[in-house]
């Protein structure tokens, strides 16, 4: 929010503050002044002239000798403007000054004559796009006098971050209310008297809202027989001190209100509006709707617009339309204030990409009982500057009044949550300061009645933040709680399970708990006994279970999955992915030893790959949907050494497609799917595939610490290698040779495409790799790279025996 000092000043008294104190007690008071400028500074050096004698020049039909008084004597200036004559009072820039473009004057001959200056438009000051002649000044102004000072543009220009929950400080009035309650000055908050009652703007024209919800309240005003002009300076300096460019006298009084008041306006051609009536409905979807930017806009349905009789003619809250704008001929005006629902607005502007000054404050919340002062304050200003005449009467629809509850405070609880002494007349006295209506009530207690402009407070403690916020922050003393320091220790494994909690449920996962004591039956199909296990009892039992389905204690956490798929099965839940980390316990030889527990983690997808949706085919999970999964995990978890590898299944897996999980020459666990007959035991028909993994087993292989490397500077590229192999050779055998290289150049190898069939012979299959090349240092050349890439073709034929496709 930009804020000027000059314009602050006309409602709250700012005497003996500099702007460098106000910035810092904004901030203190939390609303942080991220930017300070001093305005009028680069117009210093130009300064008021008045034009003694015009002159013909005698070698240029265009241009004219000029006599000007800039203060300091008479100097003669060579002009080209039109319209300079006698007497008039112009903007002069002496020998030496610097205009705001950048450019420094100097005296020149011209024509033959010496210029001593220059008479400047608004144009060439920054003041305006005008460029027609030079800019003229009022007759009151004394020769010598600095242009920033005569024309008030000596001013300080302060950018406030505004937090969302403070809407109300998006307008001058929100932020002089701020100062003063953080200096204890004076607020001087404009109160206009109403226009006469009367109903003749009901019988010209009417508002309805169809929906209340998304918009609370709408206010209009007609103002008939204006004249659309340009603005007059003080107001498009108002606008352009704080960034909002001038367009003509009625827009630049619905922005100046909006930056005075922080209510939206937005106002409309009558004549352009069909049935001369407004309704505020939602969009239908597919609406097109031009905005007053000019792009072509479609509408959906759960956004709101501003309606006539047949089309819309603006986007509530965001944008007004092409075809309803003020422009040069428009006589009549309709004048919109209103309420919009901040979570409609809000949806509207993202969908869009469209923010605006307007949807910046609807989002945020806007004072629903400001709407009719700010509509009065505008329309006002409209006739004052555009001249008509305002209809009598006004129309406001608000069905439902909002009345605000009241909010209690104990000024001893305060106190102890500021962590200082408060006093009940402190308190009163604060309330004061900000405006808020406090009635002392029985207990040390006070009845607070929160203003319509503030809907962040909502809570005792949002009272107590504001007494804080007048104290000031740097006012309350740090304290620090007593206790004993102890050092204390993780658990082993306590960062490697949160972080397993944080990573699966990204990857589409959900967490569940089972039971540790399983049925017998269940843990036979599961069993896996540590090393020198008894051969006779290779289940840890419970003495005195309380069923015959918590018998022994769960030697894998397979089991518990399964029956969680089952029960969720049996409710039609088809797609599941599942995973539990916990312990399983296996017995120890000799039988007086405590059973060993160890840390696993198992995880269960079942169903379809991704969710029912019309933009995929349903395509059942497979292995390889598992296999990515752990990949992810390992390289999550920074264990640089892991791969999988065939091998002999366990009796609970299906033989084919089972392989292990080595982190070096470690078995970390085993991924695949679960075997026919282990399903037909748990009565469950869907197939299911499963990782176990042994967390112990993996700790010692994570890297601790992660390393980065620099953002590449140079482009990647990439070549493909085709090769028939043997079918016994996997990607992994491939992969593992180029990497024997050692080739800093190849940043990456990727397995593109797998083929078998015709022409490809039996036996045989052809594999698609994809080698990414980069250097660090500089772009690699087309001859350095075939040459490298031949290297490793001819690396991968002479290991495999492989041929290129054709060569058969």
């Known amino acids: ?90 903007p002069v820039a002496l020998p030496g000054a610097t205009l705001p473009g950048g450019q420094t004057i100097q005296a020149a001959r011209i024509r033959g004559a010496t210029s001593y200056g220059m008479l400047c438009s608004e144009r060439e000051l920054g003041l305006s796009d005008d460029h027609a002649g030079i800019m003229v000044l009022d007759a009151d102004r004394l020769p010598g006098t600095p242009l920033p000072q005569a024309l008030g543009l000596e001013d300080t220009l302060l950018e406030v971050n505004i937090t969302p929950n403070r809407g109300d400080c998006l307008s001058h009035w929100g932020i002089a209310r701020e100062l003063a309650a953080v200096f204890d000055r004076e607020l001087r908050i404009p109160r206009w008297a109403g226009d006469p009652a009367g109903r003749e703007i009901q019988e010209q024209t009417s508002v309805t809202i169809v929906e209340p919800e998304h918009c609370p309240r709408y206010a209009a005003r ?72 000019g792009v072509a806009r479609v509408l959906g349905g759960n956004m709101l617009v501003i309606a006539d009789a047949e089309r819309a003619v603006a986007l509530a809250g965001i944008m007004g339309g092409l075809e309803s704008e003020i422009r040069p001929g428009t006589n009549n005006v309709f004048l919109e204030s209103a309420i ?124 107590m933040e504001e007494l804080a916020r007048i104290v000031g922050y740097d006012q309350i003393p740090s304290t620090f709680p007593q206790s004993t320091a102890t050092g204390g220790r993780e658990p082993e494994g306590y960062l490697l399970r949160r972080r397993l909690e944080e990573l699966l449920p990204g990857l589409g996962f959900d967490q569940v708990i089972t039971y540790s004591f399983i049925a017998e039956k269940w843990a036979a199909a599961f069993s896996r006994r540590s090393e020198g296990a008894l051969e006779t009892d290779p289940f840890i039992r419970i003495s005195n279970p309380l069923s015959e389905d918590q018998a022994v204690m769960r030697p894998s956490l397979l089991p518990g999955l399964i029956l969680a798929m089952t029960r969720n099965l049996s409710q039609r839940n088809r797609d ?18 405590q059973p060993e527990e160890r840390d696993h983690l198992a995880l269960l997808w ?177 001859e350095r790279i075939a040459a490298l890439h031949k290297k490793v073709a001819e690396r991968i034929i002479g290991k495999f025996k492989a041929t290129l496709p054709g060569t058969m």
């Not at 050096?45 to 008479?74: M, T």
């Not at 659309?228 to 606008?239: E, I, K, M, T, Y």
């Not at 078998?756 to 036996?763: E, L, N, T, V």
């Open 1 to 90: 929010m930009k804020v000027t000092h000059n314009w602050l000043k006309e409602y709250v008294d700012l005497e003996g503050l500099s702007a460098e104190e106000i910035a810092e007690g904004l901030t203190m008071a939390g609303l942080e002044v991220e930017a300070l400028e001093h305005l009028g500074q680069e117009l210093a050096g130009i300064v008021i002239g008045r034009v003694l004698e015009v002159a013909k020049h005698p070698e240029a039909d265009k241009l004219s000798l000029c006599r000007v008084d800039a203060g300091q004597g008479p100097v003669n200036i060579v002009c080209g403007a039109p319209n300079v004559r006698e007497g008039m009072l112009v």
């Open 222 to 293: 007609l103002l008939l027989g204006v004249t659309v002009a340009p603005s007059p300076r003080w107001l498009r300096q108002r606008l352009e001190a704080v960034g909002v460019r001038s367009i003509n006298n009625i827009v630049d009084v619905t922005n100046f209100v909006l930056m005075e008041t922080g209510q939206p306006l937005h106002a409309f051609d009558f004549d352009l509006l069909r049935g001369r009536r407004i309704v505020v409905r939602p969009a239908a979807a597919g609406e097109p709707f031009t905005t007053l930017d």
């Open 340 to 463: 919009f629902n901040p979570l409609t607005i809000r949806r509207a502007a993202k969908k869009l990409g469209l923010s605006t000054e307007a949807s910046v404050r609807f989002e945020r919340g806007v004072d629903p009982e400001g709407v009719l002062a700010a509509a009065d304050r505008a329309v006002r200003l409209m006739q004052e500057l555009g001249g008509g005449s305002i209809v009598p009467g006004q129309i406001d629809e608000y069905p439902s009044p909002r009345n605000r509850e009241s909010i209690e405070i104990d000024v001893a609880k305060a106190g102890r949550f500021l962590g200082l002494p408060l006093t009940m007349e402190q308190a009163l006295d604060m309330g004061r300061r900000l405006g808020l209506p406090m009635e002392p009530r029985e207990g040390d207690r006070i009845e607070v009645r929160p203003p319509s402009f503030r809907p962040d407070l909502a809570r005792p403690v949002d009272l």
């Open 576 to 593: 599941l992915r599942f995973f539990e980390l916990g312990k399983v316990f296996y017995p120890t030889p000799g039988g007086d030893r």
């Open 606 to 782: 079942t169903g379809r790959r991704y969710p029912e949706s019309f933009h995929r085919k349903e395509e059942e999970v497979d292995f390889f949907d598992l296999k990515g999964v752990v990949e992810n995990i390992m390289e999550a978890l920074r264990v640089p050494d892991f791969s999988l590898a065939p091998g002999q299944a366990p009796h609970y897996f299906q033989e084919e497609g089972y392989v292990r999980l080595l982190a070096g020459a470690e078995l970390l666990g085993g991924l695949g799917e679960i075997a026919a007959a282990v399903r037909t035991l748990f009565d469950c028909r869907e197939h299911a595939y499963v990782l176990e993994l042994d967390l112990e087993r993996l700790r010692p292989h994570q890297e601790e610490t992660a390393t980065f490397q620099a953002w590449p500077r140079y482009p990647e590229a990439a070549r493909d290698i085709s090769l028939i192999l043997d079918e016994a050779v996997t990607w992994q055998a491939l992969r593992e040779e180029i990497r024997t290289m050692q080739e800093p150049l190849i940043e990456k190898i990727a397995l593109f495409d797998l083929y078998r069939g015709k022409p490809i012979p039996p036996g045989k299959k052809n594999l698609g790799i994809r080698v990414h090349y980069r250097s660090s240092e500089q772009t690699l050349t087309e």
